[in-house]
């Protein structure tokens, strides 16, 4: 029998591969997620290495076979590249494009053109959000620190009263809201509607943003009162640019995927009739994958040539825009890869006897999952791929929006208590100078109101869905 067979057999199998019991596997989960977490807080190991040998710890103490257990893994790993991959590359492809053209710098100096006072905390949260929908965690902050800091020292405002909600607006993009890399490889493992999720999440995002941002920013402020540090004040990226895109057009572009998957979500519950040729057009254009190529050809023109950038410029900045993403897709795909490891051994049934037995809403218990798997590692994206993992077999009899909810609450435990394991932690610290207990007052706490308000209001939709 040829490997090809083999692998084909594999994918096939419903048994799992390993004949151990309840209290066997559980010993297994547990000690393949502490190897991932020893090896990525102990000994500084890539996150990709570290799911990958924890997959095999997990296999082996398990009991299965080596050779299958490699191949669960890579299965794994092949299909959420291939579910995943394609759009975590069109969204690097426009945050570079918004960033680099000066689109991000425009909606932000208009944004702060209208507003002073008191609704400056609001519409920090605001341009937070908009800029924070394309774009990973980390560029968000590197491209709004700037902004924060001269906000706050030309204003005279607390660092904090501004600091935070911009924060808070990026965070909770980056957990509930996609084409973030976490809520997709949750949405992919759990099998959810995209467009659903993406309404549900706007639902829980927007007042969780809020209380988290906006209102917490008020007791930050007088918790930890720090002067904006001067020497972290970048040069803007706009600032060598001879034109930047228009606010409009720059707004429409960064919005198009989100209100083409939107009007699919729509009419798939209006019409709700797969030959309807309304629905099956949108059902292609309001595919993740064609919505943000149409984003990204769009933003060409209305961000790139609107910059005055030349071919040989827009091709630049695409093809720089894809090296920095090879690491999160290393580490998504062997999520991946974990996360069918777990489905082979027969974790998920473990995990459904386990919610029978002891009452444990599954909503909660995906979200107590995550927050577990978030505090041991640190990362956000580990915690959502994990989770999503061992919880997607409760989503089997789920109604489409609780899939879509199960979706939400594993973002929203990835985001719990961000600590010293957390290299977001270490960025906010210190572009805003403060210290290890004044981090922990900020931004840690801001983290965990996210991740608790995150889960009451998806808890509270449950009820009325």
Known sequence: ?????????????????????????????????????????????????????????????????????????????????????????LGAILGKLLADSGGADQIVDTILAKAGGRAMPWAMVLIASVIGLPLFFEVGIVLLIPVVLMVAKRGGY?????????????????????????????????????????????????????????????????????????????????????????????VATVLL?????????????????????????????????????????????????????????????VETSLAPIAGVLLIVGAGGGFKQTLIDVGVGQMILDFSEDWSIPALLLAWLIAVAIRLATGSATVATISAAGLVAPLAADMSTSHAALLVLAIGAGSLFFSHVNDAGFWLVKEYFGMNVGQTVKTWSVMETIISVVGIVFVLLLSLVL
Request: aromatic letters at 4%.
């Open 1 to 89: 029998m040829t490997s090809l067979n083999v692998e084909m057999l594999a994918a096939d199998a419903t048994e799992p591969i390993t004949s151990a019991g309840n209290a066997q596997l559980g010993v297994a989960v547990l000690a393949g997620i502490a190897v991932i977490v020893l090896l990525i807080t102990k000994f500084k190991l890539h996150a990709f290495l570290a799911l990958t040998i924890g997959s095999l710890g997990l296999g082996a103490f398990a009991g299965a076979p080596l050779d299958a257990t490699i191949t669960s893994f890579t299965k794994g790993l092949g299909s959420t590249v291939s579910g995943v991959g394609v759009l975590i590359a």
């Open 158 to 250: 607390s660092l904090m009263r501004i600091g935070v909600p911009a924060l808070a607006g990026l965070s909770v993009m980056h957990g509930l809201i996609p084409p973030h890399p976490g809520p997709l490889v949750a949405i992919d493992a759990i099998g959810a509607n995209l467009g659903v999720t993406l309404a549900l999440g706007l639902l829980v995002a927007i007042p969780t943003v809020i209380i988290a941002g906006p209102l917490f920013s008020r007791y930050a402020a007088r918790w930890v009162d720090v002067p904006a540090p001067e020497h972290m004040i970048p040069q803007r990226t706009s600032e060598g640019l001879e034109r930047r895109p228009g606010f409009g057009a720059t």
């Open 257 to 317: 995927p989100v209100v083409l998957m939107m009007v699919k979500a729509l009419v798939d519950i209006v019409v709700d009739d797969p030959e309807n040729h309304v629905q099956r057009v949108t059902d292609v254009i309001g595919s993740p994958l064609i919505a943000l190529l149409a984003a990204v050809l769009v933003g060409i023109f209305t961000l790139g040539r609107a910059a005055g950038f030349t071919k040989e410029r827009i091709s630049s900045t």
